[in-house]
């Protein structure tokens, strides 16, 4: 393998440690907090997890280390998207476990859960492990999105187990995967196996957050890739002058990534889909919104812009919602190859015309064709329209055209408006994790040792007071079922963890809801650049704009 100057440097990176895991391992002790319940739904839940269900929280401290001492076989899953710091999760789950006992050992496997199922696994050791050292990707193993909740599914994962006498299983994933390796580990403390189940919180789209959770890993890289990107478009944009950039970013069930984003560039627009929802704001008005800016811009002269859009914002606006559920149960069964049959576009859009209500027409009369097309291709295994397929950076800048041809003919418009539209999705996944995801990275991983040494099952790592230098953080453990409430999947009620939107009376939100009319009208672009990794602690280890207004 070929390797890049930079790569290299980066082997040599050493990750920072909250300070209580710095002492070694000989000298981490636990201290017990209060007694937890689930955020919701506490007696469901209970019935569900009861032999992990109301475990205390606890912290690690500097203090003689009174766990039992035995051999461990740890196996270690990659679930779900890829997140930055992934590989550092399991650098630090490795050098943990070396560091307590040179025979203990760590399986990796492959491609996802369906390793775990498959017996498909690899054994590493020094020079593998050390190949990934601070890198981006998921490659040390690969990922996949295989989940873990059939009794089936459990007792073939607790064979394979057995088979190398896994002591315990980390499961490094988001809200689902997660909520699976609580499941897992109710299963195994039901049968008396003996193996533990530890998770770490991983996902780029912030959703992944609470009063325990901080942030999940993968978010600031994420955002620090993407805020680089749009600060290049904001610089060009600036300089052509003839534009108006329409940047779809990461984020279907919230829109943390897109406020993050305007955080750090201060775009012109920024959507964000939790406030369309409390408005209740239709697309004519999100669209009348865009416009006042164009406008205003354009007046000046300015008829250049940038606006954010986050990748799930359609979801957001109730009448789109009411459209889709329309459009699912026009296509129920074996409608779909009737109207699959059609010849013509014209012939499938009087069986749509037919089929929806006056209201869902009117919607979606209004889309730009390719839009309407768009929401009839591909189904997902359901047979539900696949919405993060919807390109809304298109759809937007085509609503906002119409509107401004309106305001034009009426005379009160008379600038140019040319767009240009970009989608950042996958560029952000696999970035060189900051240092900031770097080191969280390698502290979740170590303190997921911890907790297994400590005997701990059905527990998230946690790692948090993120805001503060590595050195003044804090580690610990809190049940998974803290964070878990009922909700209807697939016309059944199932635990899940309870996905967090933005707070629109929070301080993120707030600062942005602040400046946002002067962002709009004139030009406050902020360049972020790229990550930077060498240099002063307050350029590379900066966090994010999200955390450090939450935590002021």
């Known amino acids: 393998m070929e390797l890049s100057p930079l790569q290299m440097a980066r082997y040599q990176y050493n990750p920072k440690l909250p300070g209580m895991l710095r002492n070694g391992i000989s000298d981490i002790c636990v201290r017990d907090g209060e007694a937890t319940e689930s ?26 280390n009174t766990s039992a001492a035995r051999k461990q ?71 996949g999105r295989t989940k873990l909740e059939t009794e089936e599914q459990f007792a073939v994962a607790e064979g394979v187990c057995k088979k190398h006498g896994i002591t315990a299983i980390v499961i490094i994933g988001g809200d689902d995967s997660n909520t699976n390796a ?13 193996i533990q189940v530890i998770g770490c919180p991983k996902t780029i789209d912030g959703d992944l957050k609470n009063e325990d959770i901080e942030c999940s890993f993968g978010f600031d890289t994420a955002t620090k890739t993407y805020s ?45 889909g939790e406030e369309v929802a409390a408005k209740k704001m239709s697309l004519a008005q999100i669209a009348d919104y865009i416009a006042d800016s164009v406008a205003s811009r354009a007046a000046k002269g300015w008829n250049f812009g940038v606006a954010i859009i986050p990748e799930g914002i359609v979801e957001f606006v109730p009448e789109f919602s009411v459209l889709i559920a329309e459009i699912n149960e026009l296509l129920a069964g074996e409608k779909t190859a009737e109207f699959n049959a059609l010849p013509t576009w014209k012939e499938k859009y009087a069986f749509i015309k037919a089929g929806l209500t006056k209201a869902s ?80 990275c390698y502290s979740l991983g170590y303190n997921a040792f911890m907790l297994i040494q400590y005997g701990y099952t059905g527990y998230l790592s946690k790692v948090s ?88």
């Open 39 to 64: 955020v919701a739904d506490q007696e469901k839940i209970k019935a569900l997890f009861p032999n992990t269900y109301g475990k205390n929280e606890i912290t690690f401290q500097k203090g003689k």
């Open 73 to 143: 076989v740890v196996g270690v899953i990659l679930s779900g998207g890829q997140a930055p710091g992934g590989h550092n999760v399991i650098c630090g789950l490795y050098d943990a476990l070396k560091a307590c006992d040179k025979e203990n050992v760590l399986y990796g496997f492959k491609g996802g859960p369906s390793g775990l199922l498959e017996d498909d696994y690899v054994v590493f050791d020094d020079a593998y492990i050390n190949q990934y050292r601070n890198t981006g990707g998921f490659d040390i193993i690969g990922s």
């Open 182 to 194: 609580a499941v897992l580990a109710e299963y195994f403390a039901a049968h008396n196996s003996g």
């Open 228 to 272: 680089e990107i749009i600060g290049n478009i904001e610089r060009d944009a600036n300089s052509a002058k003839k534009y108006w950039h329409f940047v779809k970013v990461m984020g279907r069930s919230a829109s943390h990534v897109a406020l993050e984003c305007a955080l750090e560039t201060q775009p012109n627009i920024c959507l964000i």
């Open 361 to 440: 027409m009117e919607v979606f009369a209004i889309l730009p064709e390719s839009i309407q097309q768009q929401l009839f291709l591909e189904r997902d295994p359901h047979g539900n329209v696949q919405v993060s397929l919807i390109e809304s950076e298109k759809l937007f800048s085509a609503l906002v055209k119409d509107n401004l041809a309106a305001r034009k003919a009426a005379g009160t418009y008379n600038g140019k408006f040319s767009t240009q539209h970009h989608f950042l999705g996958y560029e952000g996944r696999c970035a060189f994790p900051s240092n900031f995801d770097a080191d969280y």
């Open 465 to 552: 007071n993120l805001s503060k230098p590595a050195e003044e953080w804090v580690a610990g453990g809190m049940p998974i079922t803290k964070m878990m409430n009922m909700e209807r999947r697939n016309g059944k009620d199932k635990p899940v963890i309870r996905k967090a939107l933005v707070e629109l009376d929070g301080k993120p939100f707030q600062y942005f809801a602040e400046h946002r009319a002067q962002w709009a009208v004139e030009t406050c672009y902020v360049y972020p650049g790229a990550i930077q990794y060498f240099g002063p602690r307050e350029v590379c280890d900066l966090t994010t704009r999200t955390l450090a207004l939450e935590k002021a």
